[in-house]
């Protein structure tokens, strides 16, 4: 068995589908090396060869949009890596095509390619795994510090108590999505999902105005209260030594547009609505 648990890099999505690689490019590597005669095997060798092919590129694209997701910042390194090795295969099969099926050159491209593929795989890919781990753990440690700023903004804007609660179930329709991004110690963003209620009923709170739908006076009123709530959220960290700076919030319609862990989303509960903060933050 050519797999290893050793190669697993901890992302289940991956993990798997190095697996199935692993399979189909073992199994090319067994025809390629099974006992019989050339001539008898080449058909099967060709078959193997063209199934192992077409993952080969469907697990580069997901690999790639992964990292894509992640904010993984050696991606451009990563695609090249990958782009060279498509440039490779798709060399041997015309020279093998040109050469009338030649065996030597099958034997060669299957030991290199069983080589390349577990040293990318250990090395290369690990790589992805543990910046998504540390970004997991950086983000994790931050919550709190959102969470606690937070419940201070509820408590001092509209004198109302915050809570955490285990989910929320809103579509992104309607919401008003606010991205913070945040550089310095720690870098990346903080997005905040604010349910159609919910940021109406806060406006409606703060203006004594009656409020029915998200305009530009609403939206703008969401993107400063998440400012703020980051702002303060920044104060505490820099108690603990983290220094960071924040950038004007952005809109988003979008609220998985990055890297998104349910270990690193805190849902609030207030009697004008829920929220969900979703803090995505790596250790620089
Ligand atoms: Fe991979
Ligand atoms: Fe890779």
């Known amino acids: 068995?050519?797999?290893?648990?050793?190669?697993?890099?901890?992302?289940?999505?991956?993990?798997?589908?190095?697996?199935?690689?692993?399979?189909?490019?073992?199994?090319?590597?067994?025809?390629?090396?099974?006992?019989?005669?050339?001539?008898d095997k080449q058909k099967k060798v060709e078959q193997t060869l063209?199934?192992?092919?077409?993952?080969?590129?469907?697990?580069?694209?997901?690999?790639?949009n992964y990292q894509?997701?992640?904010?993984?910042?050696?991606?451009?390194?990563?695609?090249?890596?990958?782009?060279?090795m498509v440039d490779y295969v798709l060399q041997v099969e015309k020279e093998y095509l040109k050469s009338g099926a030649s065996e030597s050159?099958?034997?060669?491209?299957?030991?290199?390619?069983?080589?390349?593929?577990?040293?990318?795989?250990a090395s290369e890919d690990r790589k992805i795994g543990d910046f998504s781990k540390g970004k997991l753990e950086a983000s994790k440690k931050m919550t709190g510090s959102f969470y606690e700023a937070t419940r201070e903004v509820f408590d001092l804007m509209l004198n109302v108590e915050a809570s955490p609660i285990k989910n929320i179930d809103v579509s992104a329709k309607e919401c008003i999505t606010v991205r913070i991004d945040i550089y310095g110690d720690r870098e990346g963003s903080v997005i905040y999902q604010f349910p159609k209620e919910t940021i109406l009923n806060m406006v409606k709170m703060m203006s004594g105005m009656e409020v029915s739908e998200i305009d530009e006076f609403v939206t703008s009123a969401a993107g400063e209260i998440a400012n703020i709530i980051s702002g303060k959220a920044l104060i505490s960290m820099s108690e603990q030594d983290i220094s960071c700076d924040i950038s004007p919030p952005q809109f988003s319609c979008d609220a998985n547009e990055t890297f998104v862990d349910e270990n690193t989303k805190i849902y609030v509960s207030t009697e004008v609505g829920k929220l969900t903060i979703a803090v995505n933050l790596i250790e620089i």
């Not at 290199?112 to 990318?120: A, E, K, P």
Request: proline content about 2%; charged content about 25%.
């Open 1 to 39: 068995m050519a797999w290893k648990d050793s190669y697993l890099i901890g992302v289940s999505l991956i993990d798997e589908q190095h697996k199935e690689l692993f399979e189909r490019v073992f199994d090319f590597v067994g025809v390629v090396r099974s006992p019989a005669l050339w001539n």
């Open 50 to 64: 063209a199934f192992m092919k077409d993952y080969v590129v469907i697990h580069f694209k997901a690999e790639e």
């Open 68 to 84: 894509e997701k992640i904010g993984y910042p050696f991606l451009e390194e990563h695609k090249k890596i990958h782009s060279d």
């Open 105 to 121: 050159l099958m034997q060669r491209f299957a030991g290199r390619l069983m080589s390349w593929l577990i040293n990318h795989v």
